[in-house]
């Protein structure tokens, strides 16, 4: 079956940086959309950024843009978020998702998701 392992997840200063890793199985990784998605206590889940299968199309959430950067390695099933210049209004529980074909990064963002992961807590302290 679909298993996402997340990890990368902790506490952290503002200003600081975390790298967040999903290693994925149970379908065909390079033929999926990978996002990740977040949620903050009492806040509905929202978009953070999602990679197409050939990393040649991504998208943000517009409050991360330049300080968040998602990449993937199809030979490893795994996918990232590399996470700079963390602030505290980025704490939230972060969740890696995909979209397999025929859907991709476009659709991911809209929130089309076929499956989730199980969460990793993200704290940034002021």
């Known amino acids: 079956q679909v298993q996402f392992v997340e990890s990368g997840g902790g506490l952290v200063q503002a200003g600081g940086s975390l790298r967040l890793s999903c290693a994925a199985s149970?379908?065909?990784?390079?033929?999926?959309?990978m996002g990740w998605f977040r949620q903050a206590p009492g806040k509905e889940r929202e978009f953070v950024a999602a990679?197409?299968?050939?990393?040649?199309?991504?998208f943000y959430t517009d409050s991360v843009k330049g300080r968040f950067t998602i990449s993937r390695d199809n030979d490893r099933n795994t996918a990232y978020l590399q996470m700079n210049s963390l602030r505290p209004e980025d704490t939230a529980v972060y969740y890696c998702?995909?979209?397999?074909?025929?859907?991709?990064?476009?659709?991911?963002?809209?929130?089309?998701?076929?499956?989730w992961g199980q969460g990793t807590q993200v704290t940034v302290s002021s």
């Open positions: 998702a995909c979209a397999v074909r025929p859907l991709g990064a476009k659709e991911l963002r809209s929130g089309q998701v076929d499956h």
């Open positions: 149970g379908f065909t990784f390079n033929a999926a959309a």
């Open positions: 990679i197409s299968w050939g990393s040649n199309t991504i």
